[in-house]
């Protein structure tokens, strides 16, 4: 249930209220204070509340029923878009558009550092690199573990750049809270990993949280409401592509899911053209067109020698392309923006 107050009611009255529906009907109460008007999100058994006596009282606007299951990351308990504010100023969800470019995997110190430079040269603000790769072969590079954690450490030293690394287990979150891993990852295999979930949600870190392969929008925000019912407001979604009948590229770029999610969440969307597509040169397109559907920032591989990465070489660019692709991009953006403002 939401209750939006009337913007002439005063604090006192937002806790004298507040406690009353707290101690009368047994719900947790999150409040949103707007600029205009303040939001109350009631969660939990709301059937024996009465809608008429709430919306009698002088100070509320209206009331109304949530259906949909997930509270906290919906948009109807917090209009106002999530901003992601990190300790060096950097921000996620603002407007801008955040580029997150680097390695699939973190492969030694040399490409790394070499990698880390030339995004940021190109307009990335984050490093991505995979220091815990989930693989589909046993068989398959792993990552360099801890110390691609280290690696990545020393590339932030070096270039300032946050790390976006993924996680793949709760005993990691130690380790990735000591090595200053600044967004930690859950990969699409871990979308639905509800103990680690709600190990996140424990923590003061933002998420960046892919959808799975099969899931759906709903399921995607479902996860997201694990990890802030823990406490943790700072998840990043992010549409990766799904797995469909088609099978000329690794997956399907769900365009839809971008302006979905800004309706229904107020979390921002972040897409990934590369796992999506998974061939190089259809990067640059998708990319495109998720910027064009609203999306909130990019997440794009970059290998400074693809024919000889360890992992997914076929989808990564090189640091020339990706120059290239980042100033097209950041054109359309700016583009974009201006003819927002105009309207």
């Known amino acids: 249930m939401i209750i939006v107050l009337k913007p002439q009611c005063t604090e006192p009255q937002v806790k004298s209220f507040t406690e009353s529906l707290m101690n009368d009907y047994n719900v947790k109460v999150n409040t949103w204070v707007g600029t205009q008007s303040t939001v109350l999100g009631l969660i939990g058994d709301t059937t024996s509340i009465d809608i008429d006596y709430i919306a009698a009282q002088d100070f509320v606007e209206s009331v109304k029923r949530v259906q949909e299951p997930y509270k906290k990351a919906n948009r109807k308990f917090h209009p106002d878009n999530t901003v992601i ?7 996620i969800g603002d407007g801008s558009l955040t580029l997150m470019a680097g390695p699939c995997s973190v492969e030694c110190e040399a490409q790394i ?21 989930p693989r589909t072969s046993p068989y398959a590079f792993q990552g360099l573990k801890a110390e691609g954690l280290e690696l990545l450490k020393k590339a932030k030293a070096k270039t300032g750049l946050p790390i976006v690394t993924e996680i793949m287990s709760i005993a990691h979150i130690p380790l990735f809270e000591e090595e200053g891993v600044d967004i930690i990852q859950v990969g699409a295999r871990n979308m639905q990993n509800f103990e680690l979930l709600k190990a996140l949600g424990k923590i003061n870190k933002p998420i960046l949280l892919k959808r799975g392969l099969s899931s759906t929008v709903e399921e995607l925000l479902m996860s997201a409401e694990y990890i802030m019912a823990g406490g943790n407001d700072q998840v990043i979604l992010c549409e990766r592509g799904i797995r469909t009948y088609e099978t000329y590229t690794r997956n399907t770029l769900d365009i839809s899911a971008i302006p979905i999610l800004k309706k229904l969440s107020h979390l921002p969307v972040v897409v990934d053209p590369s796992h999506a597509g998974g061939i190089s040169w259809l990067v640059e397109p998708l990319a495109m067109a998720a910027v064009a559907a609203g999306a909130d920032g990019l997440i794009i591989e970059v290998h400074n020698n693809p024919a000889k990465a360890l992992s997914d070489g076929a989808q990564s660019l090189t640091p020339d392309q990706f120059d290239h692709i980042a100033a097209h991009i950041l054109r359309s953006k700016e583009a974009l923006s201006r003819l927002e403002r105009a309207e």
């Open 85 to 91: 504010t990190l300790p060096g100023g950097q921000k």
């Open 113 to 133: 550092c070499e990698v880390a430079e030339r995004v940021k040269a190109s307009g990335a603000t984050f490093l991505r690199g995979g220091a815990f790769k």
